[in-house]
């Protein structure tokens, strides 16, 4: 999937494919959380902090897979 980069001072770059989120952190590890709106990607995307939003709507919203 392609990511697009992102100025976070924990993720490094979000992806979106029909359902599929894909995150990689700072960290290196890739994670895909499963069954995301799309709405959810467009606010992730244009949120003030990708971070906190993440934090605060996806983390412990949806099911993921670690990557890497």
Do not use: C, W
């Not at 989120?21 to 902090?49: C, D, G």
């Amino acid at each position: 999937m392609k990511r697009l980069p992102v100025r976070s001072s924990n993720l490094s770059s979000i992806g979106y494919d029909e359902g599929v989120l894909e995150i990689e952190f700072k960290t290196r590890k890739i994670y895909q959380y499963h069954n995301v709106p799309n709405i959810v990607y467009e606010q992730l995307m244009s949120a003030q902090s990708h971070g906190k939003y993440f934090a605060s709507n996806i983390k412990k919203s949806y099911s993921y897979s670690k990557l890497r």
